[in-house]
C-alpha cells in the first residue's frame, strides 16, 4: 500500500483527478506523509485502493515489497510465533498477528470524513441564503433530516469491508468501489502465499490495512536491498502444485523468514514511528475536525437563526400579502364608497348650484330690472335737468344776445347818428370855408381896389370917404363871420370827441364780446361732438340701417337699432341704442346749416384761438363731402373769415392769412400744396413753438390767403396734388388724413391787441376696423397706420380729459402735428360721420361709441393767443 490509499481519508487525493483537491492552502502543514501523499504522481494510479489485494501482481517498487512482507508477517509469520510461544490465538483473524491494528477512532474517522465531506458538501451544498430546494411534492426538502453526512456515517460502526459501500462513497474512486473484490483476492492471497489455508481476512478492518500501508510508502532506500522472497523467485502456478518441495527446506524457509523478520520488524518499527507522526496528524486532524465541526454547528445555528428569521420574514411577509390584499380590497371598497358619495355630492352640489345659479339669475333679472328703473328715473331727472339747464343756459344766452344787440344796435344808431353829425358838420364846415374863401378873395379883391382906390385918393375924394364906409361896413360884416366860423369850429370839435369817444366804447365792447363769446363758448365746453348722418344716394346702395332721430328739440340725439342679437332663450332682438351729442344732424341738413353749428369756432379762430375741426368716421360715410366739398366747411370757414376781416376793418382790425394743406400717409406728412416732383421730396418737419402754442411746418409751402380766390385755388391744388400721387383720389383720400392749417393774424391799430388763431380743418381717413376691411399687404400696412393714429388720437383725447399729465401726442403724426389744436389752448370739435347703410351698421356702432367717449372728455379752457402791446392807447397820449 501506498500514500495514495491514505490521501483520500485526510482529505485531498493525488489521484488523476486533481481538480478534487479541496484543502490545498494547509495541507502540506498537515503532516509530511501528506507531502508524500500529494507529490505522489500520475504513475500511483495504478494503486487506485487502500484495500489493493495481495493478489495482484506484485509491485514494481519496494514499497510494494514492504506491503507484501508485512501481510505475510502478520498473516503468517506472527500467528506462527504465537503458536510458538503458546499463545493463545485468537479466532479473530483481525488479532492472528498478534499486533493491535490501529485504532481508527469513530471521532477520528469522521472528522477525516468531515473534512471530505466538507469539502464535497463546498462543492455540493447550496448556499445557505438561496431558497431551500423543494421536492417534487412541495415541499422543503431538508437534507440533514434525510442524508447523513460522512462525518455521521463515519461515526457509525464500520461495516463490513466485504459489503458493498453506498453509492455515496464511490467518491473515493476505484480504492471503495474495489473492495468487493478485494475480499475475493485475498481468499486467493491467502491461499496461494500462505503456509496453509487460513481463513479469508473478511472481517479484517481495512483501516489496519491503510495505516501500515503509509508506512510501506515511506521511502526507505532499502526496498532495493531488499531480498527477494520466495515470494517474488516463486513460479505464480507452483506453490499450489508442489508444496511438498518447498515443505522440505524448512530450515531454508525459516531462515529466509527470519532474515525477512528483521527487515519486517525494522520496518514495523518505522512503521511504527510512522504511527506516532500519523497519531500526532490524526490529533491535529481532529482537532481541526472540531474546530470545523463546532464551525458547522455554529453555521448551522446561524442557518437555524437565518431559516428561523426567514420563515418569520416568510410568515411575515405572507401575513403583510394578506394585510396587503385585505387593505386593498378595503381601499376599493372605499374608494367605491368615496367614489359613489362624490358622485352624491356632485349631484347634491350641480342642483345647489342650479339652484343658486337660478336664483341668483332671478336675483340678476330683478336687479337689472331696478338697476334700469333706476338709471331711466336717473336718466329721465337728468334729462329734465338737463332741459331746464339748456333752456336756462339758452334764456340767459337770449338775453345775452337781445341785451348784446339792443346795445349795439343803440351805440350803431348813436353812431351812425354821430357819423351824420359829423357828416353834417364836415359839410357845414366845407361850406363855411368855401365861404370863408370866397369872403377872403372878396377881401382881397376888395383890398386890391382900396389900394387902386387910395392910388386915385385925390381923385377920388368923396369918393374914399363913401369906400371908407363901405370898407367899415364890410369889416364890421367879417368878424361877425369869423364868429360864426369859430362856433362852428368848436361844434365841429365837440362832435369829432363824441365821435372817438363812441369809437372807443365800440372798440371796448367787441373785447367785451369776445370774452363773452368765449365765455359761451367754454358753457358749450371746449370739444364738442357733432353727428351728421348722410342721405341714401342711391336706392342701390342697399338697406337703411334703422336711425331715430327723437330729439326733435335739441336735436342732440340718435337711436341705432343695433344688430340681430339672441338671448339666452333663443329669441333674436334687436336693441336701440341711443347715442348722445352736442347735435345731431339727420340727413336732411344741409352744409349750409352745419356751418351755421361750426361758425362761432370759426370766429374763435379769428379772436385768437387754436381751433381743430375733424370729420371721423368710416370710408363713403361723407367726411369729405363736408369738409372739402365746394360749399364745405373749408370753403365756408374762408369766406365767413374775410367776411369777417372786412367788417373788422371798421373795429381797427387788421387780419392776415396764410394756408399751408398736408396729407398723413402711412404716418408721414406729404405737403399737398407742392406738386409731387420726380425727385426727392424735401421731409416735412412739424415745429413747435411753446411760447406762442404754434405749430409750424418746416419744408412745408405757405399760401397767403388775401381773397376768397385764393383759398379755393389752393384747395383745387391740393386736391390735384391729392389725385397724382395715389392712382384712384378716392381710395388715397380714403386711406389719408388731410389736414388744411389755417393761420390767422390779427392786430388791432387803434388798441394795438395782436392775436394768433389756428383753425385745423381735419378730413380723417376711413375709420373701418381691419378685421372687417380684410386688407393684406400695403392696404393692410394702411389700415394698420389709419387704425394705430386714429387709436392715438382716441388716446390722446382720454388722457387730456383724464387731465393726465403726460398727453401720448408723439405716439402718431396727427396727433403730433395737431398737438396745439388738442391740447388746452384749444377748441375741439369732432363731426361724427355715419352711414344710413344697415350694411355699415357695425362700423357706424362703433364710431358713434368712439365719439360717444370723446364726447365724455372735458378738455381744459381755452385761452386765447391774445396779446397786448406795452404801448396802450391812454399811454400815446389819445
Ligand atoms: N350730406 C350729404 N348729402 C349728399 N351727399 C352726400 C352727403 N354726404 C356724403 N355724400 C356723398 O356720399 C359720397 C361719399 O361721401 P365722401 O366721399 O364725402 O365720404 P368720405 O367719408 O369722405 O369717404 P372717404 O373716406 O373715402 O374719403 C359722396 O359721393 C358724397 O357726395
Given at each position: ?186 481468499h486467493a492471497f491467502s491461499k496461494t502465499i500462505g503456509p496453509g489455508a487460513k481463513p479469508p481476512a473478511v472481517t479484517r478492518a481495512p483501516t ?151 336664483e341668483l339669475q332671478s336675483r340678476i333679472d330683478q336687479l337689472t330690472r331696478e338697476h334700469r328703473e333706476t338709471i331711466e328715473a336717473i336718466e ?279 394756408g399751408s394743406f398736408v396729407e398723413v400717409y402711412n404716418e408721414e406728412l406729404h405737403d399737398l400744396l407742392t406738386p409731387p416732383g420726380p425727385g ?199
Amino acid at each position: 500500500m501506498d500514500g495514495p490509499s491514505l490521501a483520500p481519508l485526510l482529505g485531498f487525493g493525488c489521484r488523476g483527478d486533481r481538480g478534487r483537491l479541496t484543502t490545498t492552502t494547509h495541507q502540506n502543514a498537515l503532516h509530511p506523509l501528506r507531502r508524500r501523499a500529494n507529490s505522489c504522481g500520475p504513475s500511483d494510479q495504478r494503486y487506485p485502493s487502500l484495500f489493493t489485494p495481495t493478489t495482484l501482481p506484485p509491485p514494481p517498487n519496494a514499497s510494494g515489497a514492504l506491503l507484501l512482507s508485512s501481510y505475510l508477517l502478520v498473516n503468517f509469520l506472527l500467528p506462527r510465533m504465537r503458536l510458538h510461544n503458546n499463545m493463545d490465538s485468537s479466532e479473530n483473524p483481525t488479532f492472528r498477528s498478534g499486533l493491535r491494528p490501529p485504532q481508527i477512532h469513530a471521532s477520528t474517522t469522521s472528522s477525516y470524513l468531515t473534512e471530505i465531506t466538507s469539502s464535497e458538501a463546498n462543492a455540493r451544498a447550496q448556499p445557505t441564503g438561496l431558497p431551500q430546494k423543494r421536492t417534487h411534492k412541495g415541499s422543503v426538502s431538508h437534507p440533514d433530516a434525510k442524508r447523513k453526512t460522512l462525518l455521521e456515517r463515519a461515526a457509525e460502526p464500520h461495516k463490513p469491508a466485504g459489503l458493498p459501500r453506498p453509492a455515496a462513497t464511490a467518491i473515493k474512486g476505484s480504492s471503495i468501489a474495489a473492495l468487493h473484490a478485494e475480499t475475493t483476492q485475498r481468499h486467493a492471497f491467502s491461499k496461494t502465499i500462505g503456509p496453509g489455508a487460513k481463513p479469508p481476512a473478511v472481517t479484517r478492518a481495512p483501516t489496519s490495512m491503510g495505516f501500515s500501508s503509509s508506512t510501506i510508502a515511506r521511502p526507505r532506500g532499502r526496498t532495493t536491498a531488499r531480498p527477494h522472497t520466495s515470494m517474488a523467485t516463486r513460479e505464480p502456478d507452483s506453490a499450489p502444485s508442489s508444496p511438498s518441495k518447498k515443505g522440505w527446506d524448512v530450515d531454508g524457509r525459516l531462515s529466509e523468514f527470519e532474515s525477512q523478520f528483521k527487515v519486517m520488524k525494522e520496518a514495523f518499527e518505522g512503521t511504527m514511528t510512522d504511527r506516532k507522526a500519523l497519531e500526532e496528524a490524526i490529533d491535529i486532524a481532529k482537532s481541526r475536525a472540531n474546530d470545523l465541526e463546532q464551525k458547522k454547528q455554529q453555521l448551522e445555528d446561524q442557518m437555524d437563526e437565518l431559516r428561523h428569521q426567514l420563515d418569520s420574514q416568510r410568515d411575515e411577509i405572507s401575513s403583510l400579502q394578506q394585510d396587503k390584499h385585505r387593505m386593498s380590497l378595503e381601499m376599493e371598497a372605499e374608494r367605491m364608497k368615496h367614489k359613489y358619495q362624490l358622485e352624491d355630492k356632485e349631484r347634491e352640489l350641480r342642483h345647489e348650484v342650479e339652484k343658486v345659479q337660478r336664483e341668483l339669475q332671478s336675483r340678476i333679472d330683478q336687479l337689472t330690472r331696478e338697476h334700469r328703473e333706476t338709471i331711466e328715473a336717473i336718466e329721465r331727472r337728468h334729462r329734465a335737468e338737463l332741459a331746464d339747464e339748456q333752456a336756462q343756459k339758452a334764456r340767459e344766452l337770449g338775453e345775452l344776445r337781445t341785451r348784446l344787440g339792443a346795445e349795439q344796435q343803440d351805440l350803431s344808431l348813436e353812431l351812425t347818428k354821430k357819423s351824420r353829425e359829423v357828416q353834417e358838420m364836415r359839410a357845414q364846415i366845407e361850406e363855411l370855408q368855401l365861404d370863408l374863401d370866397r369872403e377872403q378873395t372878396l377881401k382881397k379883391t376888395l383890398q386890391n381896389q382900396m389900394t387902386e382906390m387910395s392910388t386915385n385918393n385925390m381923385v377920388l375924394e368923396d369918393r374914399v370917404r363913401s369906400l371908407q364906409a363901405k370898407i367899415e361896413f364890410l369889416e364890421s360884416d367879417s368878424k361877425q363871420q369869423s364868429d360864426s366860423f369859430a362856433a362852428m369850429e368848436a361844434r365841429l370839435q365837440e362832435a369829432l370827441r363824441v365821435a372817438d369817444e363812441a369809437r372807443q366804447k365800440l372798440i371796448k365792447e367787441e373785447t367785451e364780446r369776445r370774452v363773452l363769446f368765449n365765455k359761451y363758448q367754454e358753457l358749450k365746453g371746449n370739444i364738442r361732438v357733432m353727428c351728421r348722418v348722410r342721405p341714401i344716394l342711391d336706392p342701390a346702395e342697399g338697406e337703411g340701417a334703422k336711425i331715430a332721430f327723437p330729439d326733435h328739440k335739441t336735436s342732440s340725439q340718435i337711436d341705432v337699432t343695433g344688430p340681430e342679437e339672441k338671448n339666452s332663450l333663443g329669441a333674436v332682438t334687436r336693441r336701440v341704442l341711443p347715442f348722445e351729442f352736442d347735435r345731431v344732424f339727420d340727413p336732411s341738413v344741409t352744409n349750409e346749416e352745419v356751418f351755421g353749428e361750426i361758425s362761432q369756432l370759426v370766429q374763435s379762430a379769428l379772436d385768437g384761438y387754436n381751433v381743430c375741426i375733424f370729420c371721423y368716421g368710416q370710408t363713403g360715410s361723407g367726411k369729405t363731402y363736408t369738409m372739402s366739398s365746394p360749399d364745405g366747411m373749408i370753403p365756408r370757414a374762408t369766406h365767413m373769415i374775410y367776411d369777417t376781416i372786412t367788417k373788422l376793418r371798421e373795429k381797427s382790425w387788421s387780419y392776415t392769412m396764410e394756408g399751408s394743406f398736408v396729407e398723413v400717409y402711412n404716418e408721414e406728412l406729404h405737403d399737398l400744396l407742392t406738386p409731387p416732383g420726380p425727385g426727392k421730396q424735401p421731409r416735412l418737419e412739424i415745429r413747435h413753438d411753446d411760447q406762442r402754442k404754434q405749430t409750424t411746418i418746416v419744408n412745408c409751402k405757405t399760401v397767403a390767403l388775401d381773397s376768397p380766390d385764393k383759398v379755393e385755388q389752393m384747395l383745387r391744388q391740393a386736391q390735384n396734388n391729392r389725385s397724382v400721387a395715389a392712382t384712384k383720389a378716392n381710395e388715397r383720400s380714403s386711406r389719408s388724413h388731410s389736414v388744411f392749417m389755417l393761420r390767422i393774424t390779427g392786430e388791432n391799430s387803434a388798441t394795438h391787441e395782436r392775436c394768433e388763431g389756428t383753425l385745423n380743418l381735419v378730413d380723417l381717413a376711413g375709420s373701418e376696423r381691419l378685421k372687417h376691411s380684410q386688407a393684406e399687404g400695403d392696404r393692410m400696412r394702411e389700415t394698420q397706420n389709419i387704425n394705430k393714429s386714429l387709436a392715438c388720437l382716441g388716446d390722446v383725447i382720454e388722457a387730456l380729459g383724464r387731465g393726465s399729465g403726460h398727453v401720448p401726442y408723439r405716439n402718431s403724426k396727427l396727433t403730433h402735428l395737431l398737438q396745439y389744436s388738442l391740447g388746452g389752448n384749444s377748441k375741439t370739435l369732432m363731426f361724427v360721420m355715419v352711414s344710413p347703410l344697415e350694411a355699415h351698421l357695425k362700423e357706424t356702432i362703433t364710431s358713434l361709441r368712439f365719439a360717444t367717449k370723446v364726447h365724455n372728455t372735458h378738455i381744459g379752457t381755452a385761452k386765447s393767443t391774445k396779446k397786448l402791446r406795452s404801448t396802450t392807447p391812454e399811454s400815446n397820449g389819445r
